[in-house]
C-alpha cells in the first residue's frame, strides 16, 4: 500500500531517471536493509561499494554529529584541519603520491584528474597533448567529460557533440593501445577491474604494459579507482594487485560510507599542474564528510577490514565458482577479486527473472549489462550471509 502511493509521488515530482527495484528501505543496521513492512533484506551491494561498513555505523554516526555540533562549513577560503588531516591519511596509504584534491563525487574526481592530465602537459610540459585513451566497456562517470570518457555508447546516446579528446580501446589488447597513441595523446585512464562493465578485471600483463607504455611515451597513467578502491578488492587500492604506480588515481564512493565525496590524488611533478584558482568547489573536502571519512579509514585498518575482504571474498568465489560447476548451463562465468563480485549467467537464463526472484528472497544485489549479477557487499559481511545468498541462488537455479 504504501510502496504504490510513494512510486506515484515519485512519478509526479522526479525525473524519471531510476529503473528503481520495487523497495522502499526504511532503514539500515549492519549488513541488513528494513522495508517499511519490516522485511529483511541482507545487502549484497552497499549502496553500490558505499557503506564499506554497513548502515548506522555508531563511530561514523559520532564523528559526524560531533562535527556537525562544530563546524559543518566555511569554504575552501579557509584551513581546516579535518580536511588536511585526511589527506595525509590517503597519501600514507600510497606513499608514491603526494598530494590530494578534494570533490564530491566520482565523476568529480575524475573531472578533476582529465583537467589535470591536460594542464599538466599545455603548462608544465609546454606541450599540446590532451587526448586521454580509455577502454571499451568503461564507466568514468555522468559529466560531460567523464560521460564522453565512458566507453559504453548507451551513455551517451543523446547527448552528442561530447567532450572532445577521448579515445577508446579494447580491454587487455595492448596493440590497440598502442596504435591509438599519437602526438596528441596526454594519458592513459582505466578501471583496474571494470565495475558497471561486469566485474573484469584486467590481466596483469596488460596493466603493466600501459604503465610501461606510458613511461615510454611520457604519458600519463591515470587509475579510477572509485569503485575499486578503499579495501574492496581484499587491498586498499585495486592498483597494488597489479604492482603498478599510476601518476594520478581517484576515489570516492566508498571514502566516507555514504556521504558525498570524491578525491583526486596526483604525484608531486603532476600536481604542480594545479595553482590557486584553476580548480575549485565550494562542498569538496567539507569538515563533516572529512570527519566521517576520517573514521572509516580508522576502523577500516584498526579492524582490519581489507583483509577480511580478501578473505571472504575469496570464500565467495569458490561457493559462485562451485554453482558455476553444479550448473555449467545457466552460469557462463565468476570472477572477481575481494568483495568485487559477478556471476554471469548464459544467455540461456532469463537474468532478470533470477535477479528480481533473488531480491524477492531478501538479498540485495544488482543486475549489470544485462546477464551479470554484481556483488559488493559492505566489507562487514559474514561468511554465514554469503552462503545464505549462494543457497538461495543455488534453489533457484535448481528451479530452472
Ligand atoms: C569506476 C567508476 N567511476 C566513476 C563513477 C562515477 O561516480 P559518481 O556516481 O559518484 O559520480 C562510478 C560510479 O559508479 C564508477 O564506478
Known amino acids: 500500500m504504501e510502496h504504490s502511493i510513494l512510486k506515484e509521488r515519485e512519478n509526479k515530482f522526479l525525473f524519471n531517471t531510476y529503473a528503481r527495484y520495487p523497495i522502499e528501505i526504511k532503514m539500515g543496521q549492519g549488513t541488513k536493509l528494513y522495508d517499511f513492512n519490516g522485511k529483511e533484506y541482507t545487502d549484497l551491494l552497499a549502496g553500490i561499494a558505499v557503506c564499506n561498513l554497513g548502515h548506522a555505523n555508531m563511530e561514523i554516526a559520532k564523528a559526524i554529529s560531533e562535527q556537525a555540533k562544530k563546524l559543518v562549513h566555511v569554504s575552501n577560503l579557509f584551513y581546516t584541519k579535518e580536511q588536511i588531516d585526511l589527506a595525509e591519511k590517503l597519501i600514507n596509504t600510497t606513499p608514491h603520491m603526494s598530494k590530494v584534491f578534494f570533490c564530491n563525487s566520482g565523476a568529480e574526481a575524475n573531472e578533476a584528474c582529465i583537467k589535470l592530465a591536460r594542464r599538466y602537459f599545455k603548462n608544465i610540459k609546454n606541450q599540446d597533448k590532451f587526448e586521454i585513451i580509455t577502454l571499451e566497456g568503461s564507466f568514468h562517470g555522468r559529466t560531460f567529460a567523464t560521460m564522453s570518457a565512458t566507453g559504453q555508447e548507451k551513455i551517451k546516446e543523446g547527448f552528442e557533440p561530447l567532450v572532445p579528446g577521448f579515445v577508446h580501446a579494447k580491454p587487455n589488447d595492448l596493440k590497440d ?224
Open 177 to 400: 593501445i598502442e596504435g591509438k597513441i599519437n602526438n596528441k595523446t596526454a594519458a592513459i585512464m582505466i578501471e583496474v577491474i571494470q565495475g558497471e562493465g561486469g566485474i573484469r578485471p584486467l590481466e596483469i600483463d596488460f596493466v603493466k604494459g600501459i604503465e610501461e607504455l606510458c613511461k615510454l611515451k611520457g604519458l600519463l597513467f591515470i587509475v579510477d579507482e572509485i569503485q575499486t578502491g578503499i579495501g574492496r578488492t581484499g587491498k586498499m587500492w585495486g592498483f597494488e594487485h597489479y604492482n603498478v604506480k599510476p601518476h594520478i588515481i581517484s576515489c570516492a564512493k566508498a571514502l566516507a560510507n555514504g556521504l558525498p565525496i570524491g578525491a583526486m590524488m596526483a604525484t608531486e611533478e603532476v600536481a604542480k599542474a594545479f595553482g590557486p584558482g584553476t580548480h575549485a568547489t565550494t562542498f569538496g573536502g567539507g569538515p563533516v564528510v572529512c570527519m566521517a571519512a576520517l573514521k572509516v579509514l580508522e576502523i577500516i585498518f584498526r579492524d582490519n577490514l581489507i583483509d577480511r575482504a580478501k578473505k571472504i571474498g575469496g570464500f565467495a568465489l569458490s561457493e559462485f565458482k562451485r554453482l558455476q560447476d553444479k550448473y555449467p548451463r545457466l552460469i557462463k562465468e565468476v570472477r572477481g577479486i575481494g568483495l568485487m563480485l559477478g556471476i554471469e549467467l548464459t544467455p540461456e537464463v532469463d537474468a532478470k527473472k533470477v535477479f528480481d526472484t533473488i531480491i524477492d528472497k531478501g538479498f540485495i544485489v544488482n543486475l549489470t549489462q544485462g546477464s551479470t549479477l554484481r556483488l559488493l557487499p559492505p566489507l562487514i559481511i559474514e561468511e554465514e550471509e554469503i552462503k545464505a545468498f549462494s543457497n538461495t541462488l543455488d534453489d533457484i537455479l535448481s528451479k530452472l
